[in-house]
């Protein structure tokens, strides 16, 4: 079960980041 919950965790934070870096590449391509 421990082994699960980190796992939850480590997609979660790759999915924050993946959105991280998307909105930072439209910022940068369409700067308002």
């Given at each position: ?10 997609v ?6 993946q959105?991280?870096?998307?909105t930072?590449?439209s910022?940068?391509?369409h700067p308002e």
């Amino acid at each position: 079960m421990a082994s699960v919950t980190l796992l939850v965790k480590y997609v979660k934070q790759i999915d924050y980041l993946q959105f991280i870096t998307h909105t930072a590449n439209s910022s940068r391509i369409h700067p308002e």
